[in-house]
């Protein structure tokens, strides 16, 4: 089974400031590893996933994250914050090639400030 | 190239009454999903579905029936509602790809009263 723990429901950073958004997983198998962002009142949307191949990832907006087995982490970190960036993100956890049992975290919310 | 659209938008019901959620998807999609995300929570699996006329129960189906009679179409039902049904759902869908991204839906906000 899998699960994942976001470990900070609300983050608060200042514009121009990095970002970390810290998750860490538990899984029976190999996993996948996805960060997802929410705008309020929007659906979903992927920002970047891991699957198995280079353990540093990078994605949309300047967001990367970085799969540590060792630690069962895979923080989502940003070099500098933008107002656009604020929103809720999810980190995501499934056993590779089982697409039907994604388990979501409760969500770390970012609040940017000018 | 639309991806996944959810009608209506926003709905309230009474306790006891029924109703379908809609989700469409047009990027040929295999695997579909109807998923419920509660205040403070993450979303939780209600039903999936492989392909057209094969579904299964996910983490939460209680109060829930869905059907997969197209590729496209993917229609939650709900009977009876409760007001412990008051949530923001949301319809995905991805290929069946391993570790294949998940596209959503904008979310369907509905109050049980």
């Known amino acids: 089974a899998q699960s994942v723990t976001q470990l900070d429901s609300h983050v608060s950073v200042s514009e121009g400031t990095p970002v970390l958004l810290r998750c860490n997983y538990s899984s029976s198998y190999s996993p996948s590893l996805f960060w997802y962002v929410q705008h309020p009142n929007k659906g979903l949307q992927l920002l970047l996933k891991?699957?198995?191949?280079?353990?540093l990832v990078k994605g949309i907006n300047g967001f990367e994250a970085e799969f540590k087995k060792s630690e069962t982490s895979f923080h989502l970190t940003k070099p500098s914050a933008h107002m656009s960036d604020a929103a809720e993100y999810f980190c995501?956890?499934?056993?590779?090639?089982?697409?039907?049992?994604?388990?979501f975290g409760a969500g770390t919310r970012l609040t940017v400030k000018p | 190239n639309a991806g996944v659209t959810q009608t209506p938008k926003f709905r309230i019901l009474k306790i006891g009454q029924s109703m379908t959620l809609q989700c469409t998807q047009d990027m040929n999609h295999n695997y579909m999903y109807w998923y419920r995300q509660d205040p403070g929570m993450g979303l939780k699996l209600i039903y999936y579905s492989v392909g057209a006329g094969i579904t299964d129960k996910g983490e939460v189906p209680n109060g829930y029936n869905v059907s997969r009679s197209t590729t496209e179409d993917f229609p939650l039902r709900l009977e009876l509602a409760a007001p412990s049904q008051t949530s923001v759902y949301f319809c995905?869908?991805?290929?069946?790809?391993?570790?294949?991204?998940?596209?959503f839906g904008p979310g369907t906000r509905l109050t049980v009263l």
């Open positions: 995501v956890v499934s056993a590779f090639g089982n697409n039907n049992d994604m388990r």
């Open positions: 995905a869908s991805s290929s069946h790809a391993p570790g294949a991204e998940q596209f």
């Open positions: 891991y699957t198995s191949a280079a353990t």
